[in-house]
């Protein structure tokens, strides 16, 4: 009896435990295999012309005979093109063409990857809506950065032109303190024709540093600096600037490499200097001056700490629209406070993040009156991506996209070519 | 009660042998099982591992350009998207294909050796290629994962002579699965002859078609026999781009002129007698050469770059630590290949040397040996190097955990 039991557990697992084969075990990944055969076959557009050729065309047994000689001998292949038509909001697949080895089907075990190719008679635009205003990028040389470990306040002033340049009819890179100072006086510090000081974005690449003119310096220097980043908030609200900050805790230092270059920022940094959290208090009372008319210190610390932040659905759909991918979560550990939107009278726009504990991890807060100031309150190392998505979400260009076609759109423009991969043999 | 006794105990016998066997039959199902487990996941990892490799740049981005050391292994071109591959961070991967080559002989300087048929070489100082172990290490692997990477063409372009007088070249082009039928075919043929002291190279361009076999003939009013020759040639299919080469020489003593990459970072080539690398008796020979450089355009095609010192004289080192060779340098970031033809009286020879693998469509083999791995898992890729079409082929096997091999034995 109980040799019986036995048997009858064995057979029963042995029946239901059954392993696979070694093909399945460890097949190729035939999916990647179909993309990169599909992107290589594009290569210089090639599969994209073959996909708009008439069925009698040499290019479709061209096509044909390159598939069969790029696999391995053991894969079977179908590939099929589809029309793309768009009715109204929905896409419609109309089949044009497939071409494969296998008489038989590809079985159950294959695997397929889709390409979107588009006709060479086609020429597609993505025009940005342009923002009214300058855009000047801080890349001083004379200042130092800090939290911003692994770069330098150069290589992201260089990459922040590239991201958002697009987006101002004018970009001018500050090069150093004294066109900072220029700029804080209200001119012009360059050539281009459409520079204006007036409705301007500031992006200070310097993390928690900020760059202070020699002449600042001089004038302002009462609570180690913390009087310069008032004049700072000032000069926001006089010229309705937005003042960008891409890192942790804004306005923490002032940096100046040849004014301050026996000064360090108490972490060994020279040409630093350390003003502690009273400089971003003095920011704000300077962008509410109206309600702050004078300056005066506070020292206390208004960040806090939230820990692990999400993206908010509208971050989600402008990193879309955008085209920018960063991670949509994220560490906080500087985030502002939202008391300081009844405080310094300002509002919260185009949070990318949802608040946690009412605290905005990056968000641009606009004063009632003039000026604005976008605040990236997350940890180390930077991601000027935030920052450019925190920019575009608050001023939202609109992209123009456009589609021209030389055969008055009597062909579709858009195939979809897919690509099925089988193994043969092995099992 | 005797009787009932030894029927308890031959009930109990049997009871304790049916356990057994039958335990016995489950663990084996139960070890099957474990093992497909850890065998699949030595799949999955090998794919990961190659689309990690060929999806980023490594860091620096440009290293394939540098002697830089490496802090992030990958073999992708800097700025390209997808799986479009360096082919100069594939030049510096030491090759598991062909044996280090000493240069100058005896003087412990070793170059890594990326074997490229007669006539054609690339020598890159082993000091500033990067190892398996380098690699393996840098992308989190080392001691768990081994692993080797073929590179290798995915079109072969094979020619060779057919009829030599005239010149009659057959060029045959095959995939891995089928030949290459109908497929253009441009071809670049350089012919050495001597204009004073130093020999020129004659270029003939011409443009066929491949039957429906992937075979073409290649047709030349001279005879090859007596001529010395290069052709490259290129094919290209509805999007597959596949190339080959073949030299011809009358120059029989040796090796002749060897290239060797002896700067990587400022791109500085050696042109080394033979009689330098290996003793081929006496008498040994003087060389007059001429060193052309072509670089490969976006539209896959061939243009003359000057380069310095392209003409020169080289004898034979004599010893003492002396030795002669002739000095070039090459466009860093720019692929292509060097072209040196050389006389010694009246014999002529021809040399190679791509810059960039894939401008000469050479193959590569990086990584560690899988010899003695019962198991062993395989993924593949299509790539792009140099606007020519590969095939990426990893071997991953595991380094940990049962029924494994390494250097104490069986696991």
Known sequence: MVILILAVAFGAATFFAVLPSPTQIASPNLRQLALTTLQVLDANKALAKVAFEDLGDQAWTDLE??????????????????????????????????????????????????????????????????????????????????????????SLATDLQNLLSPYFNT?????????????????????????????????????????????YADLFPRDSYAEYCYELGKR???????????????????????????????????????????????????LDVENYPSYSYDGSWITGSPGVVYFSSNASYYSNYYGLY??????????????????????????????????????TFKHTGTGAFTAIGLTRTPDIRITGLALLMYYHPIIYKSEFTLTAGERPTQRLVILQLSQQGGG | MVGVTIDHL????????????????????????????????????????????????????????????????????PGASGYVLSSFALMRLISLSGEPVEYPRDSGKWYNN???????????????????????????????????LSIKPIIEVSISE??????????????????????????????????????????????????????????????????????????????????????HETFTKGAGVIPFVVDYEEGKVYLAHSWDVHDTGTPVPNYFYSATFFILTEEFTFQEWPIANSTGQINYGGGGGQYNYGETTLPVGYPGFLLVTYRSGDDYGMCIMPWGIGTLAVSTLFGGNPAGNVWTATDLRQVIVDQMAYQVQITCWSLSGYQIWNSRGWF
Request: aromatic residues 12%.
């Open chain 2, 114 to 148: 990326i074997s490229l048929g007669p006539g054609g070489y690339l020598f890159i100082p082993i000091s500033d290629s990067i190892n398996y172990e380098t690699a393996s290490r840098l992308l989190g692997v080392n001691g768990t994962y081994g692993f080797q």
């Open chain 2, 10 to 77: 031959v009930a109990t016998t049997a009871f304790i042998a049916a356990i057994l066997l039958f335990v016995g039959l489950f663990a084996q199902t139960i070890q099957a099982a474990i093992l497909y487990q850890q065998n699949r996941h030595v799949a999955f990892k090998a794919s990961d591992l190659l689309d990690n490799i060929l999806l980023s740049p490594g860091y620096p981005y440009n290293w394939g350009e540098t002697n830089d050391t490496l802090s992030c292994f990958g073999l992708q071109k």
């Open chain 2, 162 to 247: 057919y009829q030599s007088n005239p010149l009659k070249l057959k060029v045959e082009v095959n995939g891995p699965g089928f030949p290459l039928s109908g497929a253009n075919l441009s071809y670049y043929l350089y012919r050495s002859y001597q204009t004073g002291q130093y020999p020129s190279i004659e270029l003939s361009i011409g443009t066929t078609q491949t039957d429906s076999s992937g075979v073409t003939y290649l047709n030349f009013t001279f005879d090859g026999a007596s001529e010395t020759y290069t052709i490259v040639a290129y094919a290209r299919l509805s999007g597959l781009l596949g190339l080959g080469h073949y030299s």
């Open chain 1, 326 to 363: 960063p991670s949509p979560y994220q560490t906080a550990t500087r985030a502002l406070p939202s008391w300081i939107q009844g405080t310094y009278h300002t509002t919260v726009m185009a949070s990318v993040f949802n608040p946690v504990s009412d605290r905005y991890a990056a968000a």
């Open chain 1, 236 to 286: 926001v609200n006089q010229y309705n600037w937005t003042w960008v900050s891409i890192v942790g805790y804004p306005f923490y230092y002032v940096s100046n490499t040849v004014k301050l270059s026996s000064s360090h920022n108490s972490w060994g940094i020279y040409g630093m200097r350390n003003v502690g959290s009273g400089g971003l208090n003095s920011f704000l009372r300077g």
């Open chain 1, 65 to 154: 005979i390159a598939l069969s000689a790029s696999l391995p001998p053991n894969i079977v292949y179908n590939l099929t093109v589809y029309d793309m038509v768009e009715v109204g909001d929905a896409t419609t697949y109309s089949k044009v063409h497939s071409i494969t080895n296998s008489e038989s089907g590809l079985g159950t075990d294959s695997e397929a990857s889709t390409y979107l190719v588009t006709s060479t008679n086609v020429t597609f635009t993505v025009t940005p809506q342009k923002i009214s205003g300058t855009l000047y990028i801080l890349n001083c040389t004379d200042a130092n950065g800090w939290w911003i470990t692994g770069y330098t306040s150069q």
């Open chain 1, 171 to 215: 970009t001018v890179m500050v090069q150093n303190t004294t066109d900072l100072g220029a700029l804080l006086n209200g001119n012009e510090i360059s050539s281009f024709p459409h520079e204006n000081v007036t409705n301007a974005v500031i992006i200070n690449t310097c993390g928690e540093a900020v760059p202070i003119p020699s002449m």
